[in-house]
């Protein structure tokens, strides 16, 4: 099985070096669920060097049907066609049921998938959800040595997928369509405290006005929340793919976030939480992972869940009983 | 040290029966960060009945200066005088520190807390603040055996604290202050996610007018989150404690959000869902402390975490070494 992968110092080398297939090599370790693949992977991304210049990291989130693939499609030519090099990631909690990820998806980005200057790749598909986040996180980092200077990261907006995409960004921008009614749709209340940037997508033909009232509407719901001494106030922009308007206009927000960043601290400051936010993360998902797999607690926790649900026991018996069974002495902890 | 105690059963029927002492000395067991007044608190809860007619469960939270105590003050009289029996309780993140809380604090409720239909604890302030927040939880269950009918959890509006009560309570009342300029101040914008209730606060004199237009921008920016077809719109009220002003249209805002949540089965599914959040949040916050305390975790954590932040190790690697001290075994993880 090793007799397939070069030593890690070749295989960084090549990657360095622009190998398109080291790359390929290098992002199957990183997705491999055995141990001896998983060792190996974490040996060659010790020995990257940061590119001289960060990358772009930018999360793009939205609900399904509120047109990612084709922004990111007309974006990344936007970006391939003005020098940049551009890898499209995703985070998708579906692929781990389906065995695929409908993010990321070539077929979808056709014209950009088919360039030099890009790279497209789905969503790991096994593990865990926070496997599947620290995956493409790993997978970031090993396009950006191999050159690429711009990836996006795709996802869904729901739940725990979004704060992992927020947590390994820049800028992390949502995507949202004008509702029939009043309403802003595809969003969540909550994630509002996640984005960098705001669009309004699909505006164009019948859709542009309301487009725009949306957009309106959406800013001076966001003022309210934010103090006038703020040092970065969100901007909701409209746009559409279709008609390839408000592209340029996307990427100057994103670079003006970036440059603001730069300037102030706030970049570095995010990039150095966010090294600190995996470690921690690592350890939490996995020290659960091995808790949900250890026998004793598998064999006793439906029992437990059924008594603290109808009242038989507390809450806290209930922990102490899985703790227990863990081999956890619950006195230790108070 | 258990003979200060009386046996479990002695003291959960005379709580019930709703002695004033017992649940003194329940609450006592509670908080005690001894293992065996632990184990004792726990067989007192398991052996409690749940009240015939659920208490109203109700968190308020808002950043210092918001008014809490003035209003919990306020509504908690105009409560017992129309016969309610009203405990005030408080998950306050800072007591970790201080070792007190200013938070449901009594010379700061001081015609409520004088009043005998009425019960005003400080927050915990021994532990973890996970344990906080569980203790709380478990002091809101022994009052409302004593027959305490409306319990009113205060919180600051920060952080996890946050959380910790939108997952103890039937309501969640957000309090805020309309700001100088544009802006509602006091508010992370997170929060909306976990409101119930909103309510501007010191809506009296010349701050009146600022008060109503702070509530009617929050209601349009709440609106255009807020799908036409959903079942509970946030109500958005003005209220002044001072000026005795909003306080029954307050309460009435509480019971319609309980009468609506009875009818169509939120209310029991959200009790239901809480009940299974505290049991895994009790495992997972103790597994975390047991891994905290550990000694050899504690040896290496600093070195290791110093090695990720520099880009000595991956985030991976190092989480591999930390979990590798606290005994688990990575290969049977993945």
């Known amino acids: 099985m090793t007799r397939r992968f070069p030593p890690p110092d070749e295989l960084v080398r090549k990657l360095e070096g622009g190998d398109r297939s080291a790359l390929g090599r290098a992002l199957t370790l990183v997705e491999s669920t055995r141990g001896l693949h998983r060792a190996l992977a974490q040996e060659v991304l010790q020995r990257l060097s940061e590119p001289a210049e960060p990358a772009f990291r930018v999360g793009i989130s939205g609900v ?6 084709s922004l ?14 551009v890898a499209v990631l995703a985070v998708d909690p579906s692929s781990l ?8 998806d070539k077929t979808r980005m056709p014209h950009l998938s088919r360039r030099s200057e890009a790279f497209v790749r789905p969503s790991p598909s096994s593990g865990t959800l926070g496997g599947v ?24 907006g729901v739940g725990q997928s979004e704060t992992d995409v927020a947590m390994m960004v820049d800028t992390y921008l949502v995507l949202m369509l004008a509702g029939a009614g009043d309403e802003v749709q595809g969003i969540k209340k909550g994630i509002l ?16 006005v309301r487009a725009q009232r949306a957009a ?7 003022s309210i929340f934010t103090p006038a001494s ?46 600190e936010h995996w470690l921690w993360a690592t350890v939490h998902d996995q020290l659960r992972e091995a808790f949900d797999r250890h026998p004793e607690v598998r064999r006793i926790r439906a029992r437990v869940q059924a008594e603290v649900l109808s009242g038989t026991s507390t809450p806290q018996q209930g922990a102490d009983a ?5 081999g956890i002495d619950l006195a230790a902890v108070s």
């Open 72 to 85: 990111i499609e007309t974006l990344g030519l936007h970006l391939v066609e003005r020098g940049h090099r």
């Open 193 to 208: 405290e996640w984005a960098d940037l705001v669009a309004i997508t699909k505006a164009d033909g019948d859709n542009a």
């Open 216 to 222: 309106t509407d959406l800013r001076s719901a966001l």
């Open 97 to 104: 049921r389906t065995g695929g990820s409908i993010l990321a």
């Open 322 to 326: 899985l703790l227990q069974a863990f």
């Open 133 to 156: 986040a620290r995956r493409t996180r790993e997978m970031m980092v090993l396009c950006e040595s191999a050159g690429f200077d711009v990836v996006l990261v795709e996802t869904v």
């Open 230 to 275: 703020a040092a970065w106030r969100v901007p909701v922009l409209t746009l559409s793919a279709h008609a390839q308007q408000g592209i340029s206009e996307l990427w100057d927000g994103v670079r003006r976030h970036r440059l603001q960043g730069r300037k102030n601290g706030r970049f570095e400051a995010r990039r150095s939480h966010q090294r």
């Open 64 to 69: 399904p049907g509120v047109g990612k693939s």
